[in-house]
């Protein structure tokens, strides 16, 4: 095992969120992967209920939307909640989860002493979507899908059938490169892809990806 990935062997989260971690370096987006990494690790940030409630509590999830996708908009939950003083009664104004938040800024402080230890720089990219994108890719590239007419994706590795999962922002939208990456799968009926982000499809292949026909691409 090489020394970087020892060090990544010994974060205490998932290898593609350690691997994103170590690259931040390259980025200089420590400190919004070191969020992005800590929101991950918590379930359900958004309260999305049925009904009329959830079509009021979606209009206040559209305050904190990314355009390119979930990950950034996490971050920008994240990012409000500590601005705001991590008020419970501002998280249901909002419709937050408050005790994911709290629990998502225990992780990033946990998370932070790694960094620390490991010499990485918790440096900010200053609202750069395009760097932290293509950190997010170092991370998740094995984690790549194309999008398909009907509305579902394919992924890179198997061509498996992929559908958005409804707790996305992503959900009924189109990502204008027609490529993202995610975070996880989930089995249900059918396969599900959750936390998406909208990427270039050039950065698969920077970390790797070989596709047997790069037409398609």
């Known amino acids: 095992m090489t020394p970087v990935g020892t060090k990544v062997a010994e974060c205490p989260v998932e290898v593609t969120i350690a691997g994103m971690l170590f690259s931040s370096k390259e980025y200089q987006c420590g400190q919004e992967i070191l969020t992005i990494a800590a929101m991950t690790a918590v379930q359900d940030a958004f309260v999305i209920p049925d009904g009329a409630a959830g079509a009021l509590a979606e209009l206040e999830r ?8 979930d990950h950034l908009t ?3 939950a994240y990012n409000a909640f500590v601005r705001y003083g991590q008020s419970a009664s501002w998280c249901r104004k909002h419709a937050l989860n408050f005790r994911a938040l709290a629990r998502a800024v225990s992780i990033r402080t946990q998370l932070k002493k790694y960094m620390t230890r490991f010499g990485l720089p918790l440096e900010s990219c200053e609202g750069d979507a395009v760097r932290l994108r293509r950190c997010l890719v170092s991370g ?3 984690n ?3 999008w398909s007419a009907d509305g579902t994706y394919r992924s890179v590795r198997g061509d498996t059938v992929l559908h958005v999962h409804p707790n996305s922002v992503m959900f ?3 990502p204008r490169t027609g490529w993202v990456v995610y975070h996880e799968m989930e089995e ?3 396969t599900q892809i959750r936390v998406l982000t909208e990427i270039e499809p050039d950065w698969l292949l920077e970390y790797g990806h070989k596709y047997t026909d790069k037409r398609s691409v």
Do not use: C, D, I
């Open 144 to 146: 790549g899908a194309k």
């Open 188 to 190: 249900t009926k059918k």
């Open 172 to 174: 009924t939208r189109k």
């Open 62 to 69: 559209r305050k904190f939307t990314a355009e390119e996708g």
């Open 74 to 76: 996490l971050l920008n």
């Open 140 to 142: 998740y590239w094995r």
